[in-house]
């Protein structure tokens, strides 16, 4: 029987290149107290997924905390590239600029599961897989 990863609700994300965007618990800092990604990168992980996460300014803190479990990019597009699945963890301003166009073009599948609802979901929606968090339906 298949199992569902209990982050992005997909079948299995073993092998899949998963791309959390932001590690900070808040932006414009790089402090990981009480910080999300940490919780959901651990589990990607253990599901075997690849994960190359991003973030403007954590990432050192980032490493001291998950080493080299996963990769660090330094870019959003970087990021993207190639991914799977991506998921906003902080809300960073340079990721609210990110159109519908650069999860498609720069993704291997375009599937986003915003979890600070910083995209509107009607137009991000009819461009690629996309999944609002925190959305009343």
């Known amino acids: 029987m298949a199992r569902i990863c209990p982050i992005c609700r997909t079948v299995n994300v073993a092998g899949k290149k998963v791309a959390p965007l932001g590690l ?3 932006p414009g800092t790089n402090d990981l107290r009480e910080a999300l990604s940490v919780k959901i990168i651990n589990s990607l992980v253990s599901e075997g997924a690849k994960v190359v996460a991003y973030d403007p300014v954590a990432p050192e803190n980032v490493r001291q905390v998950l080493g080299e479990k996963i990769q660090y990019a330094t870019s959003t597009l970087q990021c993207l590239e190639l991914a799977d699945c991506c998921m906003t963890v902080t809300e960073w301003d ?3 600029k990110l159109n519908p ?3 498609v073009r720069t993704m291997n599948r375009a599937i ?3 979890g600070r609802s ?3 979901p009607i137009s ?3 461009e690629l897989g996309y999944i609002g968090i925190g959305l009343a339906t």
Do not use: A, M, W
């Open 112 to 114: 986003l599961i915003d």
């Open 118 to 120: 910083i995209y509107d």
């Open 94 to 96: 340079e990721f609210t």
């Open 24 to 26: 900070s618990f808040k």
């Open 124 to 126: 991000f929606g009819q």
């Open 101 to 103: 166009e650069d999860f």
